[in-house]
């Protein structure tokens, strides 16, 4: 199957509703990441998702709305739901909520929970609304890879398994949707993302700081399980005091270059690390939490592609949405941490 790339557009978006229509999976964007959209209430193209990405059956799919109102035909929504839909919807915020019986156990891998959310960027809803159905979408990468930011990202991962890519340009985040349970009465994220738990203080919202859930549990959200954002790149993040986290990653790249490993090093800052004997990879500014939350994913690809062997990486402020992206980032690092 040839995969086309075509920009968004009147009839780009026709195509793609038409072929969603037709059972077909493809690649849409978000303004989170690009998703692997299909028919929701089509089982076949569901269990497609699954054949495409590689994904285990058990980790279910986020089902993406386009209008706010097509929530009640999914799922059972309280009046505090409501109001949290209220204040951040459409966004990058997915709600877990309990099921209706027309969302099918493919989706859900069994729970009697949904996961919804009714995305910002114009072009995903204008495809979902055209389309005029439920979309499942999980982020459209090979499962374990980085989530794909643009289009090349998705077709890099996925070319000749779908037969269109809708290129929305950069996803304005760049790190996937928070996800917050509300299937009982103490709301939960399960994944942070751009809305914040502070952004969510006045319903009373919890972390759930849980690493890894062991196999045996049956997990709160069962995409927590497995290894993620993994590039071939060994990654070590550094975590202390700035300073010092400088000096002892020159020390440690005299080390690395001596056993010649192709070597990385991710900052988030200016002018610290300028040296021309490793791929020094600037990931947006230090005082900027959304410019390197939007750059991550990126340059986690870009070091395959730069045939790295091993990338270090100074913390980045985990405020705002830097909590989001340092978890993702220790996720790709396996939790390879060096504390200076
Ligand atoms: O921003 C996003 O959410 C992107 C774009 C495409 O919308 N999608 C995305 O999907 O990140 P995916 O499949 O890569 O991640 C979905 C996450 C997984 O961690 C999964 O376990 C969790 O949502 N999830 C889905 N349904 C759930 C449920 N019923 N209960 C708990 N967690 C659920
Ligand atoms: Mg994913």
Redesign the pocket.
Same mark, same amino acid.
């Given at each position: 199957m040839k995969t086309n790339i075509k920009k968004a557009n009147q009839n780009s978006i026709k195509e793609a509703a038409a072929l969603l229509n037709a059972g077909e999976v493809i690649g849409?964007p @978000?303004e989170?990441?690009? #998703?692997?959209g299909a028919n929701a209430l089509d089982i076949l193209a569901v269990r497609r998702i699954f054949e495409i990405k590689g994904?285990p059956m058990d980790?279910? =799919?986020?089902v993406?709305i386009g209008k706010r109102e097509d929530v009640f035909k999914y799922a059972h929504v309280t009046a505090r739901d409501e109001d949290i839909m209220d204040a951040f919807w459409p966004g %990058?915020l @997915?709600l877990?909520l309990k /099921?209706k019986d027309v969302i099918p156990a493919e989706? @859900?891998?069994g =729970?009697d @929970?949904?996961?919804i959310?009714m995305?910002e960027n114009p072009t995903a809803r204008a495809i979902i609304n055209e389309a005029g159905l439920a979309v499942a979408?999980? $982020?459209?990468n090979i499962s374990g890879k980085p $989530?794909p930011t643009r289009a090349e990202h998705v077709k890099a991962d996925l070319d000749g398994k779908i037969a269109l890519i809708v290129d929305g340009g950069a996803a304005e985040v760049g =790190?996937?949707?928070t996800?917050l349970?509300l299937?009982s009465d103490k709301p939960v994220i =399960?994944?942070p993302?751009k809305v914040t738990a502070s952004d969510l203080a006045r319903w009373g919202v919890v972390e759930n700081d849980a690493k890894y859930v062991s196999e045996k549990e049956a997990p /709160?959200? %069962? #995409?927590?399980k497995y290894k993620h954002y993994a590039p071939n790149a060994q990654i070590v993040v550094y975590k202390g005091e700035r300073e010092k986290i400088i000096a002892e990653i020159n020390q440690d790249i005299e080390e690395y270059l001596f056993n010649s490993s192709r070597l990385g090093v991710i900052i988030d800052g200016e002018g610290e690390l300028d040296r021309s004997d490793v791929h020094i990879y600037k990931i947006g500014s230090l005082e900027d939490e959304e410019s390197v939350a939007k750059n991550l994913f990126a340059v986690l690809r870009q070091l395959d592609e730069d045939g790295i062997d091993v990338a270090l990486v100074p913390e980045f402020r985990a405020q705002g949405i830097g909590k989001a992206t340092m978890n993702r980032l220790l996720k790709a690092a396996n939790y390879n941490i060096k504390e200076v």
């Amino acid at each position: 199957m040839k995969t086309n790339i075509k920009k968004a557009n009147q009839n780009s978006i026709k195509e793609a509703a038409a072929l969603l229509n037709a059972g077909e999976v493809i690649g849409i964007p @978000t303004e989170t990441v690009y #998703g692997l959209g299909a028919n929701a209430l089509d089982i076949l193209a569901v269990r497609r998702i699954f054949e495409i990405k590689g994904r285990p059956m058990d980790n279910p =799919l986020i089902v993406h709305i386009g209008k706010r109102e097509d929530v009640f035909k999914y799922a059972h929504v309280t009046a505090r739901d409501e109001d949290i839909m209220d204040a951040f919807w459409p966004g %990058p915020l @997915t709600l877990v909520l309990k /099921k209706k019986d027309v969302i099918p156990a493919e989706i @859900t891998a069994g =729970l009697d @929970t949904v996961a919804i959310r009714m995305p910002e960027n114009p072009t995903a809803r204008a495809i979902i609304n055209e389309a005029g159905l439920a979309v499942a979408a999980p $982020s459209a990468n090979i499962s374990g890879k980085p $989530s794909p930011t643009r289009a090349e990202h998705v077709k890099a991962d996925l070319d000749g398994k779908i037969a269109l890519i809708v290129d929305g340009g950069a996803a304005e985040v760049g =790190l996937e949707s928070t996800v917050l349970d509300l299937s009982s009465d103490k709301p939960v994220i =399960l994944r942070p993302g751009k809305v914040t738990a502070s952004d969510l203080a006045r319903w009373g919202v919890v972390e759930n700081d849980a690493k890894y859930v062991s196999e045996k549990e049956a997990p /709160k959200s %069962p #995409g927590m399980k497995y290894k993620h954002y993994a590039p071939n790149a060994q990654i070590v993040v550094y975590k202390g005091e700035r300073e010092k986290i400088i000096a002892e990653i020159n020390q440690d790249i005299e080390e690395y270059l001596f056993n010649s490993s192709r070597l990385g090093v991710i900052i988030d800052g200016e002018g610290e690390l300028d040296r021309s004997d490793v791929h020094i990879y600037k990931i947006g500014s230090l005082e900027d939490e959304e410019s390197v939350a939007k750059n991550l994913f990126a340059v986690l690809r870009q070091l395959d592609e730069d045939g790295i062997d091993v990338a270090l990486v100074p913390e980045f402020r985990a405020q705002g949405i830097g909590k989001a992206t340092m978890n993702r980032l220790l996720k790709a690092a396996n939790y390879n941490i060096k504390e200076v």
